[in-house]
Nanobody
Framework: QVQLVESGGGLVQPGGSLRLSCAAS????????MRWFRRAPGKERELVAH????????NYADSVKGRFTISRDNAKNTVYLRMNSLKPEDTAVYYC????????WGQGTQVTVSS
Protein backbone atom coordinates (compact mmCIF):
# COMPACT_ATOMS: atom_id res chain seq x y z
CA GLN A 1 0.00 0.00 0.00
CA VAL A 2 1.44 3.33 -1.09
CA GLN A 3 1.59 6.05 1.52
CA LEU A 4 2.90 9.60 1.48
CA VAL A 5 2.52 11.25 4.86
CA GLU A 6 3.33 14.94 5.19
CA SER A 7 4.13 16.60 8.50
CA GLY A 8 5.66 19.78 9.84
CA GLY A 9 3.03 22.31 8.86
CA GLY A 10 1.62 24.87 11.23
CA LEU A 11 1.24 28.54 12.03
CA VAL A 12 4.31 30.74 11.67
CA GLN A 13 4.91 34.47 11.66
CA PRO A 14 6.09 36.27 8.53
CA GLY A 15 9.84 35.88 8.19
CA GLY A 16 9.80 32.59 10.04
CA SER A 17 10.81 29.11 8.95
CA LEU A 18 9.31 25.64 8.76
CA ARG A 19 10.53 22.29 7.56
CA LEU A 20 8.02 19.96 5.98
CA SER A 21 8.64 16.22 5.80
CA CYS A 22 7.04 13.59 3.62
CA ALA A 23 7.53 9.97 4.63
CA ALA A 24 7.02 7.51 1.79
CA SER A 25 6.30 3.79 1.73
CA UNK A 26 4.93 1.13 -0.59
CA UNK A 27 6.87 2.02 -3.72
CA UNK A 28 10.46 2.41 -4.90
CA UNK A 29 11.22 5.77 -3.32
CA UNK A 30 14.88 5.89 -4.38
CA UNK A 31 13.85 5.48 -8.03
CA UNK A 32 11.18 8.17 -7.92
CA UNK A 33 11.43 11.88 -8.47
CA MET A 34 9.56 13.83 -5.82
CA ARG A 35 7.69 17.11 -5.86
CA TRP A 36 6.09 19.53 -3.45
CA PHE A 37 2.94 21.31 -4.53
CA ARG A 38 0.74 23.78 -2.76
CA ARG A 39 -2.82 25.00 -3.09
CA ALA A 40 -3.85 28.30 -1.60
CA PRO A 41 -7.51 29.16 -1.01
CA GLY A 42 -9.16 30.19 -4.26
CA LYS A 43 -6.05 29.46 -6.32
CA GLU A 44 -4.89 26.67 -8.57
CA ARG A 45 -2.41 24.07 -7.44
CA GLU A 46 1.18 25.28 -7.85
CA LEU A 47 4.32 23.21 -8.29
CA VAL A 48 6.73 24.48 -5.64
CA ALA A 49 9.81 22.27 -5.95
CA HIS A 50 11.08 19.15 -7.68
CA UNK A 51 13.95 16.84 -6.86
CA UNK A 52 15.36 14.00 -8.95
CA UNK A 53 15.46 10.44 -7.67
CA UNK A 54 19.09 10.63 -6.54
CA UNK A 55 18.74 14.21 -5.35
CA UNK A 56 21.25 15.65 -7.76
CA UNK A 57 18.85 17.94 -9.57
CA UNK A 58 16.34 20.36 -8.11
CA ASN A 59 14.04 23.00 -9.52
CA TYR A 60 11.87 25.66 -7.90
CA ALA A 61 8.99 27.94 -8.67
CA ASP A 62 10.12 31.53 -9.10
CA SER A 63 7.94 32.52 -6.17
CA VAL A 64 10.01 30.43 -3.73
CA LYS A 65 13.46 30.43 -5.33
CA GLY A 66 16.12 31.41 -2.83
CA ARG A 67 13.80 30.83 0.14
CA PHE A 68 12.81 27.16 -0.10
CA THR A 69 15.06 24.11 -0.34
CA ILE A 70 13.95 20.62 -1.31
CA SER A 71 16.05 17.67 -0.20
CA ARG A 72 15.68 13.95 0.31
CA ASP A 73 17.09 11.09 2.34
CA ASN A 74 16.70 7.89 0.38
CA ALA A 75 17.83 5.82 3.35
CA LYS A 76 14.83 7.15 5.28
CA ASN A 77 12.40 7.28 2.33
CA THR A 78 11.73 10.91 3.18
CA VAL A 79 11.65 14.15 1.23
CA TYR A 80 11.87 17.54 2.91
CA LEU A 81 10.98 21.11 2.13
CA ARG A 82 12.83 23.72 4.13
CA MET A 83 10.97 27.03 3.97
CA ASN A 84 12.69 30.23 5.10
CA SER A 85 11.63 33.87 5.03
CA LEU A 86 8.01 32.84 4.89
CA LYS A 87 5.45 35.31 3.59
CA PRO A 88 1.68 35.47 4.05
CA GLU A 89 1.29 34.49 0.41
CA ASP A 90 2.97 31.16 1.20
CA THR A 91 -0.13 30.19 3.15
CA ALA A 92 -1.49 27.02 1.57
CA VAL A 93 -1.95 23.31 1.92
CA TYR A 94 1.33 21.68 0.91
CA TYR A 95 1.34 18.27 -0.74
CA CYS A 96 4.14 15.94 -1.64
CA UNK A 97 3.92 13.85 -4.78
CA UNK A 98 5.90 10.93 -6.12
CA UNK A 99 6.56 10.30 -9.78
CA UNK A 100 6.75 6.51 -9.91
CA UNK A 101 5.07 4.31 -12.53
CA UNK A 102 2.12 6.50 -11.66
CA UNK A 103 1.67 9.66 -9.64
CA UNK A 104 1.11 9.35 -5.90
CA TRP A 105 -0.12 12.10 -3.59
CA GLY A 106 -0.05 12.74 0.11
CA GLN A 107 -2.94 14.12 2.11
CA GLY A 108 -1.38 17.54 2.60
CA THR A 109 -0.29 19.66 5.53
CA GLN A 110 -1.51 23.18 6.25
CA VAL A 111 0.98 26.04 6.40
CA THR A 112 -0.32 29.38 7.64
CA VAL A 113 1.88 32.45 7.65
CA SER A 114 0.32 35.19 9.72
CA SER A 115 1.13 37.63 12.48
Amino acid sequence: QVQLVESGGGLVQPGGSLRLSCAASGFSFSNSAMRWFRRAPGKERELVAHISSAGGWTNYADSVKGRFTISRDNAKNTVYLRMNSLKPEDTAVYYCSAIAHTIYWGQGTQVTVSS
